[in-house]
């Protein structure tokens, strides 16, 4: 079935850096999430992106996230600066349409962030 | 208040029994509920999901159910394989961009 991608699958940074995590999603899709995850907890929705915009984020989605998806190459997440919390592991999505009623949305495998 | 409870945490069951998940919610604006299926490195997948419109959904040995007065949710797996063996979400969601996920149930089917 169709496949969402990302790299790195682990990234160790110190705190106060800048990490990019990156998103190939399934190649006709149209919308775009990133979800985190804290170890032993549920998924929390961060931010959905569709058009170049920002369509709905949460209050997880901090003022040093960001994200963008520049000429249809990766839809990426940018952290800067890192804190200590944002340590997760953070999955990408991608559906079709808005995910809901009649799209799936698909997973990526997660990138594994730890900040130390 | 937008949660989903979902229980248990973990389960053992043997090869050929039935595994029953459940989950709950306090939304009533929730109206799509999708069950998915996860394996070690690898990302969620779809397994089943149901309307809010249904009761009862079913596909091969996984069958959801909903109640929509208990605000309740239950995935059935009958004849339960080995293969089986993953961690479970159920979400739901108001029919907008996002989804809202339980914490996950760890199954492991015994041969």
């Known amino acids: 079935g169709p496949k969402v991608l990302q790299i790195p699958s682990h990234q160790i940074i110190d705190m106060g850096q800048m990490v990019t995590l990156n998103c190939d999603p399934v190649?006709?899709?149209?919308?775009f999430y990133w979800y985190k995850q804290i170890l032993g907890q549920q998924m929390e929705f961060l931010v959905n992106?569709?058009?170049?915009?920002?369509?709905?984020k949460s209050k997880l989605f901090k003022d040093q996230f960001s994200v963008e998806r520049p000429d249809g190459s990766y839809f990426t997440l940018k952290i800067q600066p890192t804190a200590l919390e944002d340590s997760a592991v953070y999955f990408c999505a991608s559906s079709l349409a808005p995910g809901g009623v009649s799209y799936e949305q698909y997973f990526g495998p997660g990138t594994r962030l730890t900040v130390l | 208040q937008q949660q989903v409870r979902q229980s248990p945490q973990s389960l053992t069951v043997w090869e050929g029994g039935t595994t029953v998940l459940t989950c709950s919610y306090e939304d009533s604006t929730f109206n799509y509920f999708p069950w998915y299926q996860q394996f070690p490195g690898e990302g969620p997948a779809l397994l089943i999901s149901?309307?809010?419109?249904?009761d009862k959904k079913e596909d091969g040995r996984f069958t959801t159910f909903f109640n929509k007065r208990e605000k309740k949710l239950s995935l059935h797996i009958i004849d339960s394989q080995p293969g089986d063996s993953a961690t479970y979400f159920c979400?739901?969601?108001?029919?907008?961009?996002?989804?809202?996920f339980g914490a996950g149930t760890r199954l492991k089917v015994i041969a």
């Open positions: 979400a739901a969601s108001p029919g907008n961009y996002k989804y809202v």
């Open positions: 190649s006709n899709h149209l919308y």
């Open positions: 149901i309307l809010s419109v249904s």
């Open positions: 992106f569709y058009n170049g915009k920002v369509m709905e």
